[in-house]
């Protein structure tokens, strides 16, 4: 190779050299980015800290009597010595959560509705958590109190799911498993029962990309939309433009944890928002904050 090829040769090098740092560079900046900032879809919550710390967490098998209405069934050994801080996301999925904290003989038993925006919330240090996710519109088959008014509240388990426990001490979640097993209520079931039209709703957003509007949906499911509506906010409290809504935040919440690369502008297309701008004003209404400044607060920046 003569002169002029051993520089060419070299300075391709170097170019090929600079890229594969500055890749490199990028892929570790954002591996610190995605353990620090760790979006669970399954709790459906963002935690600030890398998930050694937040405890062990368990997907337990849930009973098949009860799978057509329980979305996860979950159990934590928390191994964090203090407090921890999480932002709790705005989800259509009422839960019942039973924990014991540090110096605590029994359970505290709560049941979470469903919540229309997100929240901070710094828990106190628990020993042992037990976490039950209904499926969206699942709780109506278990009380036939108003879906609405538990909205962004959290009761006493025994308030709105009096028999659950049956009496008996909660020594662990086939306690309040059995006790839902016993209280579903037949009434709720029927072919074109709001329940029914709720999930046939929902299966249809998940399965659509880009806009989706709710008159169509209704078309397809054979309603009206002002029936539609109804059967939405009986079953879950919220109504179907909230649903698509969500759906469409928790998508771009996924492929920002699993595909690091990819810049804001590409989630926003794939997630089904206009442009950019219509996902950060969604952002700012949901989580009261824009997307990177999400991230940021969770970074302390």
């Known amino acids: 190779m003569n002169a002029l090829g051993t520089q060419i040769s070299l300075y391709l090098e170097n170019i090929i050299s600079a ?7 990028k892929k570790s900046s954002n591996s610190i980015f995605s353990a620090m900032n760790i979006y669970d ?17 368990m997907v337990l098998p849930i009973p098949a009597h ?4 329980i979305e996860g069934y979950f159990e934590i050994n928390h191994q964090e010595q203090a407090g921890r ?24 038993l709560s049941l979470v509705g469903p919540r229309s925006s997100a929240i901070i919330v710094n828990r106190r240090p628990r020993l042992h958590t037990l976490i039950i996710r209904f499926k969206p519109s699942a709780l109506s088959f278990f009380t036939s109190e108003n879906i609405q008014a538990l909205k962004d509240k959290s009761f006493p388990l025994e308030e709105v799911l009096c028999s659950i426990t049956g009496g008996h001490p909660l020594s662990n979640g086939q306690v309040i498993l059995g006790g839902l097993g016993r209280s579903i209520r037949k009434e709720a079931f029927g072919k074109n029962s709001p329940h029914q039209l709720a999930r046939a709703f929902l299966g249809l957003v998940k399965a659509e990309k880009g806009p989706f509007k709710v008159k169509e949906a209704a078309k397809r499911l054979g309603c009206s939309d002002r029936y539609l509506r109804k059967a939405l906010s009986e079953t879950t409290g919220m109504g179907p433009l909230f649903a698509i809504r969500l759906e469409r935040l928790k998508h771009s919440l996924i492929l920002r944890q699993v595909h690091t690369h990819y810049n804001w502008s590409d989630i926003a297309h794939l997630s089904g928002y206009y442009d950019h701008a219509h996902m950060v004003e969604e952002y700012q209404a949901l989580l ?7 991230f940021r607060f969770f970074q302390g920046g």
């Open 19 to 25: 890229q594969s740092a500055v890749s490199a560079c």
């Open 41 to 57: 879809p399954k709790l459906h919550e963002i935690w600030p800290e890398a998930k050694e710390r937040q405890g062990r967490k």
């Open 66 to 69: 009860l799978e057509a209405f």
């Open 85 to 108: 801080i999480s932002m709790i996301l705005p989800d259509l999925s009422p839960h019942i959560i039973a924990y014991k904290c540090e110096g605590e003989d029994e359970y505290r």
């Open 288 to 294: 009261h904050r824009a997307p990177t400044q999400l």
